[in-house]
């Protein structure tokens, strides 16, 4: 009886995929092997880890290795291994959709790049893996079948928006495409890949650290099968034996990337208890960098056994982009994610992992100030919820970590740079949070600062809003929010010179303090003069230790309930408004409409720092009723 054949559609994003792939703009279309042969190890590793596992699980360990296998005459290739392979229910989930986030995003971007250059970044940063294979060829056979099972799967697609399924009932462990490969083109870089010594070159530059032996039979009648990789383990070598080409194609195998690194990081140890590690840092972030269901970590060996690919218990969650490798002497070949979480070991492996990450950094801010720029550029603020949770390395965090500020509209400073600067007699480093650089630069909050020449950090992150109030200071100097708390700016001598001045005005503007505090109460905790107004008639400040707008914003978004926090009302005593409104208030301490001034200059000063009016249509009743009278 002839096995039944299906007839199923791709995912419409998986569809929209492989298209890009079959009219393909990215130029080196070699590099759909490397990504067959990095599948194929992948699945060589599992099947290992699940035979170490589950001792019952009937699999053939005895030879596993990957074998590409050419026919001119047919014009195909084939990759085959003996690995882990797949069920139906996999090949479907696996092929025929694209079960990665941010793929809507990925493709929108995608269609709105100009050029190809720009489309082949996106490529990469997607890591479309298995649709490689359709830059070459017309069609793709894959037959599969899953260790510890029986019956076996045939999957077929030409790319045009449907595949076929069937079962196979003699199908060989392990998972093998064939790709029925276009005519050759070397004008378009398309060339023979039925051509030994062509695979050969291939598997030399891409996979020749992969740690299973690749076999090829040679061209000719008495052509033998040879192991065309290394097979050396990279982190294992010496850094002297391997280029940076070896590196950056490693890096691309597990990360799935198609761009190279930004840099990369060996650690070995040796004593008490021993490992290597070979890390790298992306040169761009990937697009779940900050969604919730992203998987992170690096890949675990023990005595070069692969064991998982994403062990979070190496890295923390503020450095979830780190990709590379890590290979422990003395660990159970049998761990898992839950005793890891508790092993020693690891505990302190991440540790040194984590030192050793953030000193790399700290030294590319130095020696590599534009590859330094880049790291910021697409991971500060990452790095800068280690900031919350990451007490050990707060200090370290906090030196390689770049802010905007108003020293420079157009580039970051460290905080050591904007300590070497501070003035004499300052004693904290003044920041501002807030959604944009704009509303901060044109707060009320920063007339004073921008007047007397003071240094202001700008920082627009959501993350911003969480850490500067845990992180106490840096470098003995303590972190001052410029919209809370009193501010001062004058020095000694300058107090001692305004001191009796500033008396007599707290005297004269008592009464109208005391009568606005009054009448806003509902709204306000206090009405008092302020230092740090220079053209604004009124600022809303909070008490050191409110919570912001913004802070508040976002917990009642995430539903959580807070009681209402007032804040302080600061008045400008320079500002003709507010002489206006006192004298007003002295003459006639009965007028009505002067309680709807307070209103009006309470919701101004809302407004300017970005804030909600409580009630817009009696803010605006008000304040055309008062422009009517002016007219």
Not at 411 to 419: A, F, G, I, N, Q
Request: proline share 3%; aromatic share 8%.
């Amino acid at each position: 009886m002839t096995a039944p054949i299906e007839t199923l559609e791709f995912q419409s994003e998986a569809r929209q995929l492989l298209q890009l792939m079959i009219h393909s703009i990215y130029s080196n279309k070699d590099t759909f092997l490397r990504e067959l042969v990095s599948n194929a190890s992948d699945a060589l590793d599992k099947l290992r880890l699940e035979s170490y596992r589950d001792k019952d699980l009937e699999a053939d360990t005895s030879d596993l290795h990957i074998a590409i296998e050419t026919d001119p005459e047919a014009r195909t290739l084939t990759v085959r291994d003996n690995g882990i392979g797949m069920t139906r229910e996999e090949v479907v989930a696996l092929i025929g959709t694209i079960a990665k986030s941010g793929t809507a995003d990925f493709l929108t971007k995608l269609k709105e790049a100009k050029d190809a250059a720009a489309s082949q970044d996106l490529i990469g940063q997607f890591g479309v893996g298995f649709y490689a294979s359709f830059m070459v060829a017309d069609k793709v056979t894959l037959v599969t079948r899953r260790a510890g099972t029986t019956e076996g799967v045939r999957w077929e697609s030409a790319g045009e928006g449907t595949y076929t399924i069937q079962p196979v009932e003699d199908a060989p462990q392990g998972t093998a495409v064939t790709l029925h490969l276009k005519p050759e083109d070397t004008e378009g870089h398309l060339y023979d890949y039925t051509s030994a010594a062509k695979i050969r070159e291939i598997v030399k530059k891409y996979s020749d650290f992969i740690t299973w032996p690749i076999r090829m039979t040679g061209e000719g009648e008495a052509a033998e099968v040879e192991t065309v990789n290394s097979m050396k383990a990279l982190w294992a070598r010496s850094s002297s034996e391997v280029t940076e080409d070896e590196y950056h194609e490693f890096y691309k195998h597990v990360s799935h990337d198609w761009q190279d690194p930004l840099e990369t990081i060996r650690l070995q140890a040796e004593g008490t208890f021993e490992y290597q590690a070979l890390l790298f840092l992306p040169s761009h972030a990937p697009m779940d960098l900050f969604l919730r269901e992203r998987k992170r970590g690096v890949q675990l060996y023990v005595k070069r056994v692969f064991i998982m690919d994403d062990c979070e218990s190496l890295v923390p969650e503020y450095l979830r982009f780190v990709k590379g490798v890590v290979d422990a002497q003395d660990l159970s070949l049998n761990v898992s994610r839950e005793i890891l979480q508790q092993d020693r070991q690891i505990q302190l492996i991440r540790r040194r992992l984590v030192k050793k990450v953030l000193s790399t950094v700290k030294t590319m801010m130095t020696a590599d100030a534009e590859k330094y720029a880049t790291f910021w550029r697409e991971f500060g603020r990452a790095v800068k919820e280690g900031l919350l949770d990451d007490f050990e390395n707060r200090e370290a965090i906090l030196e390689i970590s770049s802010f905007a500020s108003t020293h420079d509209a157009e580039k970051p400073t460290s905080l050591r740079d904007y300590v070497s600067r501070m003035k004499e007699g300052q004693e904290h480093i003044y920041f501002m949070t807030g959604e944009s650089r704009s509303a901060i630069e044109n707060s009320p909050h920063m007339e004073a600062f921008r007047a007397k020449g003071f240094e202001v950090l700008v920082l627009t992150d959501p993350i911003d809003e969480m850490w500067v109030d845990s992180v106490p200071g840096f470098d003995g100097k303590q972190f001052q929010s410029i919209a809370k708390g009193q501010v001062d700016l004058e020095s000694e001598e300058d107090k001692k010179a305004t001191e009796v001045a500033r008396e007599q005005q707290n005297k004269d503007f008592e009464s109208l303090l005391t009568w606005m505090g009054t009448a806003l109460g509902e709204t306000v905790k206090e009405v008092r003069l302020s230092s740090r107004l220079t053209t604004s008639p009124a600022c809303i400040v909070g008490d050191t230790h409110d919570l912001t707008p913004t802070l508040e914003k976002m917990y009642r978004a995430m539903g959580q309930e807070l009681p209402p926090i007032k804040r302080i009302l600061e008045l400008n005593p320079e500002h003709g408004l507010v002489t206006g409104l006192r004298e007003a208030h002295a003459a006639r301490p009965d007028d009505e409409g002067l309680a709807e001034t307070a209103e009006l200059l309470y919701g101004m000063a809302l407004l300017a720092e970005g804030g909600e009016l409580a009630d817009p249509s009696r803010f605006i009743k008000l304040l055309s009723g008062r422009l009517e009278k002016t007219l």
